[in-house]
């Protein structure tokens, strides 16, 4: 018998592929479709498939959710239109928590430096009151501080501290941000 090509081999269970399949279904008949105002219904869809959900979340119907049953999201979150939540190891934000439209979290890369080139994931955590702005992507394993902001395209491979803004790429520390309440 040949040895199995390694690059053909699932990085994820057949479960996670089955589930992912039907999410996909529900995604593109139910979730997408629906009415823009329509937040309560794109919830109950992201809960039936294990999402754990606050109340008040605003999540968009051309947001795009890899897993759902890895995602949590406290109170008041909102995820835009075009914001891909990539998560294979798990993404958690925090309450009132923004990721504007066509922000990236990617929560999965490649081990380049293993002939068989697996997939490493690595869990994605967004504080409480932080934004990630338009078109910035979260690399896999980055965790962003309460209320900070990754600005306008920027991409955070490392972890953002509390309150601060960051810009650029990689994203470095532009400068702290006003706390908009008492801590």
């Given at each position: ?93 925090g ?7 066509q ?57 953002l ?23």
């Amino acid at each position: 018998m040949p040895a199995t090509d390694p690059y053909l081999v699932p990085s994820t269970s057949l479960r996670s592929r089955a589930g992912r399949a039907l999410w996909s279904v529900v995604w593109l008949m139910l979730f997408r479709t629906s009415p823009r105002p329509a937040f309560a219904w794109r919830a109950a869809l992201l809960r039936l498939f294990g999402a754990q959900l606050g109340p008040n979340c605003h999540i968009y119907p051309a947001a795009r959710v890899w897993a759902p049953w890895l995602l949590v999201c406290e109170d008041a979150v909102c995820i835009a239109d075009e914001a891909v939540v990539y998560n294979p190891a798990g993404v958690h934000l925090g309450s009132h928590c923004v990721i504007s439209q066509q922000a990236y979290l990617c929560g999965a890369g490649h081990d380049v430096d293993d002939p068989a080139f697996p997939m490493v994931s690595r869990h994605i955590e967004v504080g409480a009151y932080a934004w990630v702005a338009a078109r910035a992507t979260v690399c896999p394993g980055v965790q962003l501080g309460e209320g900070a902001v990754l600005a306008l395209g920027a991409v955070a491979t490392r972890a953002l501290q509390p309150w601060g803004v960051y810009a650029g790429v990689p994203a470095r520390w532009h400068r702290q941000r006003k706390r908009p309440h008492a801590s």
